[in-house]
Each structure stands twice: as structure tokens, then as C-alpha cells.
T-cell receptor
């Protein structure tokens, strides 16, 4: 059973640029969520995808967008990067209707300079 | 909407001593409760979860937590800690219905086990 894998592990971008982060869900999982964890804080929910559609969103602006593909992998896209976007971005997958538990990846550390 | 308060940002404890990490939550609906652990430069690992049934939940690595609905608490305990338990611990809550069961996390408690 594979876990959740994220790429890249680290990334440095310049303010105003765009970035794409990628996530491969755990085998058999059909829901993927993305979280932002700023330094010294708990993760904050960005959005969730189920059956390739967004079905929940946290308090993040529209420049944060995502995709879920038929193989349940996912992307997080952030446009017009700001310095405050520097954080660890975590992907989590789960199976709707299961005993309910999210499996988290190791994250992508994004630094905006 | 839900919220989670972790009452202690840092907890130092000596090796082999007991520890309790406190968590209180607020919610207008029925909830599921979780504890996650995060080691440096890593993602989150599930320690234990409360979905329903017995209010005492046992997890991995000897941790356990007790759900107290009247006090809206879900404190994490371990009777004897090891150096390897040093990590950041997060309490989280989600609603128990609907498909969009996003997790709301507390701000974390840094557990440091001293030799």
C-alpha cells in the first residue's frame, strides 16, 4: 500500500510568480485535501476535491486553485505569489465512506522571496 | 464552524514521566476528533481518532485520549514518555456528516522529552 507522495519537496519562488504543487493520493483513496501550514502554526484547510470537483473550501482567495485527476492525483496552483504564501503545503487523501482517516504526505516547503 | 484550542504551546517533561497534552474544541454539530504528530520536516501522522462509542481511545506508540463531551475536551495522555516522543502534536476536529469533512487544527503543542 503506497502512501501519499508530494512533489517537489522544496521550492523557492519570487513574489508575483505562479507555482504548481503535485500530490499522488494513497492507493484506493478518492478524496484529496490541501492544507497550508505556516511556520509555528497548525495546518489550515485550503480545499478538498472529490470526484474531480471541489466540494469544500477554506478561507483562501481564488488565486489558490486545484485539480483532481481521474487517477485521484491532484495539483495545487497558486497565482500571483505573495510573501505570506511561504509555508509547508500538505496534501491529504481519504476514502469517502471508510472508517475515516486522512493520510498526509510529507509536504512541499514553499519559500517566496 | 468548529475551532480547536490547545492550551499549552510547549510542554517539557522528563523521560519516563507521564504527560498530558490538553485540547478543547467548540462546535455546533457532532464532531470527530483526532490527534496528529509531526516530526521535524515531516508531514502529519495520525496518533488516534474518536468517531463514536467508547470515550477512551487508544492509539499508536502508547498514547490514549479521552473524549469528554460535557467539557468539550479531548486530552492526550501517555503514562511514560520516551526521548523519541519529542515532536509537535496537533489536535483536530471535523464535522461528522457530509462529504466535505475538512479538519480544523489547533495551533499545536511542542512536546520536548528531556533526558
Amino acid at each position: 500500500e503506497t502512501g501519499v507522495t508530494q512533489s517537489p519537496t522544496h521550492l523557492i519562488k519570487t513574489r508575483g510568480q505562479q507555482v504548481t504543487l503535485r500530490c499522488s493520493s494513497q492507493s484506493g483513496h478518492n478524496t484529496v485535501s490541501w492544507y497550508q501550514q505556516a511556520l509555528g502554526q497548525g495546518p489550515q484547510f485550503i480545499f478538498q476535491y472529490y470526484r474531480e470537483e471541489e466540494n469544500g473550501r477554506g478561507n483562501f482567495p481564488p488565486r489558490f486553485s486545484g485539480l483532481q485527476f481521474p487517477n485521484y492525483s491532484s495539483e495545487l496552483n497558486v497565482n500571483a505569489l505573495e510573501l505570506d504564501d511561504s509555508a509547508l503545503y500538505l496534501c491529504a487523501s481519504s476514502l469517502v465512506g471508510s472508517s475515516y482517516g486522512y493520510t498526509f504526505g510529507s509536504g512541499t516547503r514553499l519559500t517566496v522571496v | 464552524a468548529q475551532s480547536v484550542t490547545q492550551l499549552d504551546s510547549q510542554v517539557p517533561v522528563f523521560e519516563e514521566a507521564p504527560v498530558e497534552l490538553r485540547c478543547n474544541y467548540s462546535s455546533s454539530v457532532s464532531v470527530y476528533l483526532f490527534w496528529y504528530v509531526q516530526y521535524p520536516n515531516q508531514g502529519l501522522q495520525l496518533l488516534l481518532k474518536y468517531l463514536s462509542g467508547s470515550t477512551l481511545v487508544k492509539g499508536i506508540n502508547g498514547f490514549e485520549a479521552e473524549f469528554n463531551k460535557s467539557q468539550t475536551s479531548f486530552h492526550l495522555r501517555k503514562p511514560s514518555v520516551h526521548i523519541s516522543d519529542t515532536a509537535e502534536y496537533f489536535c483536530a476536529v471535523s464535522g461528522s456528516s457530509g462529504s466535505a469533512r475538512q479538519l480544523t487544527f489547533g495551533s499545536g503543542t511542542q512536546l520536548t522529552v528531556l533526558p
